[in-house]
């Protein structure tokens, strides 16, 4: 069942393994210099990782049981949504847009690299705690 420990240890993940990323320069370079197919890429890498995370390196969590969004296991939402709110509010907490001279294409870009990291630290705190 998830409960608000579960999303409380996906938020500390998430934040905690995207932080670092999103006051490194070279990740905002990286975004700037990354075309739309490459964007979308990175929005699938953080979908399959996630989901692979959380139901298939924890064989003790069975998918069918969760409570269900459209069709779509509720903790499997929730660590989406980690993984792209804790980048986005790190990103502009920080003020990385303006400071890297990032164009709003850049910075979602960049907030997507971010989310590759959130995204194991969501699911892995939330796994493993």
Do not use: C, H
């Not at 979308?40 to 996630?50: A, D, L, N, R």
């Not at 989406?80 to 990103?91: E, G, M, P, R």
């Not at 303006?98 to 294409?105: H, I, K, L, S, V």
Request: aromatic share 12%; glycine share 6%.
């Amino acid at each position: 069942m998830f409960g608000l420990d579960d999303l409380v240890q996906q938020l500390v993940g998430g934040f905690l393994l995207s932080a670092p990323f999103v006051v490194t320069e070279e990740v905002w370079n990286l975004a700037a210099g990354m075309d739309w197919l490459q964007w979308s890429i990175t929005v699938v890498m953080v979908v399959v990782i996630g989901y692979a995370t959380l139901y298939r390196a924890d064989r003790d969590r069975d998918v069918e049981r969760e409570e269900s969004i459209a069709g779509l296991p509720l903790r499997f939402v929730s660590l989406l949504f980690i993984a792209y709110f804790s980048v986005t509010l790190l990103s502009f907490v920080f003020n990385a847009p303006e400071t890297f001279g990032a164009t709003p294409a850049t910075t979602l870009k960049a907030i997507s690299i971010g989310a590759i990291f959130s995204v194991v630290g969501a699911a892995t705190a939330d796994s493993v705690l």
